[in-house]
C-alpha cells in the first residue's frame, strides 16, 4: 500500500506565500509523474503543476509565473512553492503521483490540504 500525506496549507492574505508538500510512503519501487490538482467549491478538480520523473514541468495558465513544482526524489516527495497568492487560488489542493510498486503501477492521491487567500 501506498500513501500521500500533504501538509503546508493555511490562510494566507493576498500577494502572500505558501508551501506545500506531499510525501509518498509504503512498498515504492519507483515514482512517475507526480502533480499538484486543486478543487475549489462548485468546481471540479483541475490539474495545477506537473512534475515528470525527469524533472520536466507543466503548469497551468493561471499560476505560471507564480507557482513553482519540485520534487525531491531521493525523499519521494513533491513541493509546490506558490508565490502571489490570489483568492481565486483559494480550494482544497490535492497531490497526486503515479506509483509502480512491486505489482503494479497506478496513480494515488493525498487526502488534500486547504489553502484560503482572504484579507
Known amino acids: 500500500q501506498v500513501q500521500l500525506v500533504e501538509s503546508g496549507g493555511g490562510l494566507v492574505q493576498p500577494g502572500g506565500s505558501l508551501r506545500l508538500s506531499c510525501a509518498a510512503s509504503g512498498r515504492i519501487f519507483s515514482i512517475y509523474t507526480m502533480g499538484w490538482y486543486r478543487q475549489a467549491p462548485g468546481k471540479q478538480r483541475e490539474s495545477v503543476a506537473v512534475?515528470?520523473?525527469?524533472?520536466?514541468?507543466n503548469y497551468a495558465d493561471s499560476v505560471k509565473e507564480r507557482f513553482t513544482i519540485s520534487r525531491d526524489n531521493a525523499k519521494n516527495t513533491v513541493y509546490l512553492q506558490m508565490n502571489s497568492l490570489k483568492p481565486e487560488d483559494t480550494a482544497v489542493y490535492y497531490c497526486?503521483?503515479?506509483?509502480?510498486?512491486?505489482?503494479?503501477?497506478?496513480?494515488?492521491w493525498g487526502q488534500g490540504t486547504q489553502v484560503t487567500v482572504s484579507s
Open positions: 512534475i515528470a520523473s525527469g524533472g520536466h514541468t
Open positions: 497526486n503521483a503515479n506509483v509502480k510498486t512491486d505489482y503494479e503501477v497506478r496513480g494515488y
